[in-house]
């Protein structure tokens, strides 16, 4: 029998009609060109996918300095642009709302993951050295010594995801999502072992924060604030991000001024579920009560409707997003609707390329 929950039922998120309460997960996937431009098994990906009430994209490089990752799509070229066009065309003809983050990696790369001329840049010159990045052409490497962005840089990079915002809105996105999780250059701004600056970008929260908001001012500014949604994930320690004493006072912060901004959405990473420490409910419920205006999109950890529905109306979230269990059931919607059991995502197929573990997941009908 069909299930009728909150989390089936149509929302207004903003300017927008979702037709379900189901976000898919922003993830790398790594299916695009070495060339960093999306592919026609990248929009079969996503088509596939589209029963969500709302697609938020794999992260994507507002710039060739935000390459981090082998293979993954950006959107600072027109040719890029052109090329997400059909994912868009997709989507929107089979009813969905597609988003675009914006994912400028920071010190999160490799010279061999980058265009030619590209710049590793971060707030400060503090490597991640727990772990290597892979590379194509020589495997796992250390990380780099980012360099030290000047305040030049800081706006020019700005500028980089405004006009990746106007490409993303031309290209047919709904929206944009601000990347300002996991370790990447906005939360490398807002962590103090990332951030050791001096200027009014580092040091204390309000400038800790400043990067962050001034990025989301000029994407909103760009597109509209309601086109423009943020992820952020407190008390996440991805990619070498450390846990400290004033989480709470700059995540509310933060959020009182993103609710100044008017933006759309916030987008709660709550990464616990893989093995990360525990994320306060406490946090989630200061960014709720702090956000008045916008929705909030609570993620991580959701395997079954019940479990994402409780939130819902239990009011700690108008959304719930939904990441490795829409890898592997590319029907996830109406699974989770008519309680047909879900298939395990392959991990060693996250990031390779091909078709693999990426198009070749069944409906549950088509089994
Ligand atoms: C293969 C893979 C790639 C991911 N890539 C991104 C990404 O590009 N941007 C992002 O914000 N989160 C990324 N994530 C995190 C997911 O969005 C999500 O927060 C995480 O998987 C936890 O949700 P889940 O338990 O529903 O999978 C990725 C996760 C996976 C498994």
Do not use: C
């Not at 065309?89 to 709302?97: L, M």
């Amino acid at each position: 029998m069909t299930k009728s929950l909150k989390l089936f039922k149509e929302i207004e998120l903003g300017p927008l009609s979702l037709r379900n309460r189901v976000v898919m997960a922003p993830m790398t996937r790594s299916r695009a060109t070495a060339e960093h431009v999306p592919t026609d098994m990248m929009a079969t990906y996503y088509e596939q996918r589209s029963g969500a009430g709302l697609i938020i994209t794999e992260g994507v490089a507002p710039s060739p300095n935000g390459v981090g990752y082998p293979r993954i799509p950006g959107i600072y070229n027109n040719e890029q642009r052109d090329a997400w066009k059909p994912i868009t065309e997709k989507i929107h003809k089979n009813a969905g709302k597609i988003f675009m983050q914006l994912m400028h990696t920071g010190r999160i790369s490799h010279k061999l993951n980058m265009p030619d001329g590209a710049k590793i840049i971060a707030p400060s010159p503090v490597p991640f050295t727990d772990e290597k990045m892979y590379t194509d052409q020589e495997g796992p490497q250390d990380y780099p010594v980012p360099e030290k962005m000047t305040e030049t840089e800081i706006q020019s990079t700005i500028q980089e995801f405004v006009d990746a915002s106007k490409r993303a809105i031309q290209a047919g996105f709904d929206g944009v999502e601000v990347h300002g999780a996991n370790g990447y250059l906005i939360e490398q701004f807002l962590a103090p072992n990332t951030n050791t600056r001096d200027d009014k970008y580092g040091g204390s929260i309000e400038n800790r924060n400043r990067f962050a908001i001034e990025v989301s001012k000029a994407v909103a500014d760009a597109i509209g604030n309601e086109k423009t949604g943020i992820r952020l994930s407190p008390y996440g320690v991805f990619s070498g991000i450390e846990i400290h004493d004033e989480i709470d006072k700059q995540y509310t912060e933060l959020t009182d001024a993103l609710n100044d901004l008017g933006l759309l959405y916030i987008h709660i990473v709550d990464h616990s579920a893989m093995g990360t420490p525990e994320v306060p409910a406490s946090i989630k419920e200061t960014i709720k009560d702090h956000f008045k205006d916008g929705a909030i999109i609570l993620s991580g950890g959701y395997n079954n409707a019940e479990e994402a529905n409780d939130d819902l109306e239990n009011d700690r979230g108008d959304l719930i997003a939904f990441g490795r269990p829409f890898i592997s059931n590319p029907d996830l919607v109406y699974r989770l609707k008519n309680d047909i059991s879900l298939a395990e995502p392959d991990q060693d197929t996250f990031y390779t390329p091909g078709a693999e573990g990426y198009v070749d997941y069944p409906k549950a009908d088509e089994k």
